[in-house]
Each structure stands twice: as C-alpha cells, then as structure tokens.
C-alpha cells in the first residue's frame, strides 16, 4: 500500500480564492494554475536530473490536494526523466485510495517534443494507473512516429500521444504554442490544469506572450538554498519600449500562508 496523505477542508481554505472555477469567457481555455516548490535561490532542484524534496509534509499534502482539484497535471520531459513521477493524487478519500474509480484523480499531461522519454510497465506512473490509482499520462509530442511499444503501451492504459502545435513564429526552436495546447487540452475534457515544471516549462509559461493565460499561481517555498548549479525558475529578461529593464513578471492579489516549515505564496499574474 502506498502512502496516504490528508489534507483537510479547514487547512484548505486558505487557497480556495486561488483554486479552479469555470471560466465564464467564452475562451475555451482550461483554468492554469502555476504551481511548484522552490528553495530560498529559486531552484526546484539540486542539479539537472536530481529529484530534489523540497516540500515538507504539510505543503506535500496541499501539492495532493491541489491534484485533486484539477483535472490535469503538466511537467515536461526533463521533470518525467528526472524523477520517475507518480502525477497521480495520493489524498485520502479520492479514486484508488478509498473511493471506487478514478475521482479526484488527475490525468498527467508530458510535454515531450521529440518523444524522448521511454518508460515500461514499471514506471510510477503506469504502476498507479495498473493499479487503478491514477491514470495514463497524455504525451504532446512533434514526432510523428513515437515508438511502437510506447504507442502500446500507453493504449493499453487508457493515455496516447497527442500532436504538438510548434509556436509558428518560433519553429526553428520548436518552442510549444501554449494556446493551441490548452485549446487541445479543452477539447479533451480537461478545464483545468496545474502546471508543476519543471524549470523550463515554468520559464517557457512566463514569458510575455504566454503570461496571461495562467490563472493562479501556488508556490510552495521551502527555507533552504540549493546552491550554484540547480535548476532555477528565472524567465526571460524583459524591457520596455526605452530598452530598460523590467520585472518579467508580477503577482497581485498576493496571500502568504505558512504550512509546518514553508510558505505558500498564492496570487495572480498582474496583467
Ligand atoms: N520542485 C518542484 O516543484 C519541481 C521540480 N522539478 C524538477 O525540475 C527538474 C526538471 O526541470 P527541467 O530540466 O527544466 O525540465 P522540464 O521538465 O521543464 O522539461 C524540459 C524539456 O521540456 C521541453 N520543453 C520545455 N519548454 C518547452 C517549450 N517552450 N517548447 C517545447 N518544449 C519545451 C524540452 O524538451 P526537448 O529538450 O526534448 O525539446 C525541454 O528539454 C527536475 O530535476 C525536477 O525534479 C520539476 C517539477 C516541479
Ligand atoms: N510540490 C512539490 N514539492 C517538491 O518538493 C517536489 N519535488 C515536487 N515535484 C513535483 O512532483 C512530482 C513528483 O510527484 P510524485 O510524488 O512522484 O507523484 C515531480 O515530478 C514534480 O513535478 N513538487
């Protein structure tokens, strides 16, 4: 039995201005919550490919708990090869871990342009979704023939690929049109979606263009500094019409909320 995490509706409430409604816009968007933990130097982990804990007990509960209130989940390929993650949702109470089916449980969405990441039967993920404890992940892809065993593999369990849409005005780069995304994502059933990393897809979400369509941001941070060399979330620098320096980004409606040893930070992005 795997473990069980808690996390209750008054510890909750403190996030409840921050969690998913159904947009009202006629916009066909999924609600984005952005939301990782980071150390004291912005890193969410040690070094490239190191699964790093940075969450204590009680913001790792809230992590669940979140999970629970979306109908998806995102990392990019780096985080999936880094960390073998599970992306399912651990709280008591929800499908797989007291309850029949797979309610509260989140459908785990990888950004992998090349289709790089080989995962088997033994992969977190797919041991979740054999044991009826979280489902198959849905993988955006730019390769247009993933290989075999994966398009198999990955059938059985109920997850697939899925065509990436390339940014049209940076297709040398292959960098992901976040909008085509989260319409596909729409049209798939899924109206929201929390985006947990890593550091690349948080950095690619933040830049200007794509900056708005986040709806919340959640970050848990914990009272440590990695030090040099880890991955850090730091977006692209950015300018004004002048060519000075600007902040890349600035939350509003700002609320600070301390779990066991971290804070959480919830706001919005200022338009
Ligand atoms: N503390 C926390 O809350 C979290 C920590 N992490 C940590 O973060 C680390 C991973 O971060 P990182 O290495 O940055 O990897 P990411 O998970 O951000 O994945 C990076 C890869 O995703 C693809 N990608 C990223 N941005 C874009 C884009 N705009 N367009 C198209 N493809 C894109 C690229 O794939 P390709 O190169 O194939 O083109 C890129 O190499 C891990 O160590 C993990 O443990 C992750 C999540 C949360
Ligand atoms: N909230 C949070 N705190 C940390 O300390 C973390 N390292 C992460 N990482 C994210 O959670 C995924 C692992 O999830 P499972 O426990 O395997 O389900 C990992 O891949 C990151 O996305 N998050």
């Not at 992590?63 to 390929?77: K, M, P």
């Not at 797989?96 to 039967?121: C, H, K, M």
């Not at 065993?149 to 940076?170: A, F, H, M, N, R």
């Amino acid at each position: 039995m795997s473990e069980v995490l808690s996390f209750s509706e008054s510890e909750a409430r403190f996030l409840e201005t921050y969690l998913p409604i159904e947009k009202k816009d006629a916009s066909k968007l999924p609600f984005v919550t952005l939301t990782f933990a980071t150390s004291l130097d912005s890193s969410l982990a040690l070094a490239p490919g190191v699964r790093t804990q940075l969450s204590g007990a009680q913001s790792k509960a809230m992590t669940h708990y979140l999970r629970s209130r979306h109908d998806a989940i995102l990392i990019g390929v780096g985080t999936a090869i880094a960390d073998d993650p599970g992306l399912n949702c651990r709280i008591d109470g929800v499908g797989g871990y007291g309850s029949d089916g797979l309610d509260g449980q989140p459908r785990p969405i990888i950004i992998d342009p090349s289709a790089r990441w080989t995962f088997n039967e033994q992969s977190r993920i797919f041991t979740f979704a054999k044991e009826g404890r979280g489902r198959a992940p849905y993988i955006f892809t730019t390769n247009s023939s993933p290989p075999a065993e994966s398009v198999e593999l990955l059938q059985k369990y109920g997850g697939k690929y899925i065509p990436l849409k390339v940014d049209p005005t940076d297709v040398e780069h292959r960098r992901l049109d976040w909008k085509a995304l989260l319409e596909r994502l729409w049209q798939e059933g899924h109206h929201s979606v929390m985006v947990e990393g890593g550091a690349s897809i948080i950095n690619s979400l933040l830049e200007p263009q794509n900056q708005a369509l986040i709806d919340s941001v959640i970050i848990t941070i914990a009272p440590r500094w990695l030090g040099q060399g880890g991955v850090v979330v730091s977006p692209k620098r950015r300018t004004d019409q002048s060519g000075a320096v600007i902040p890349a980004s600035l939350l509003q409606q700002v609320r600070w909320h301390q779990l066991g040893e971290d804070v959480v930070l919830c706001g919005t992005i200022s338009p």
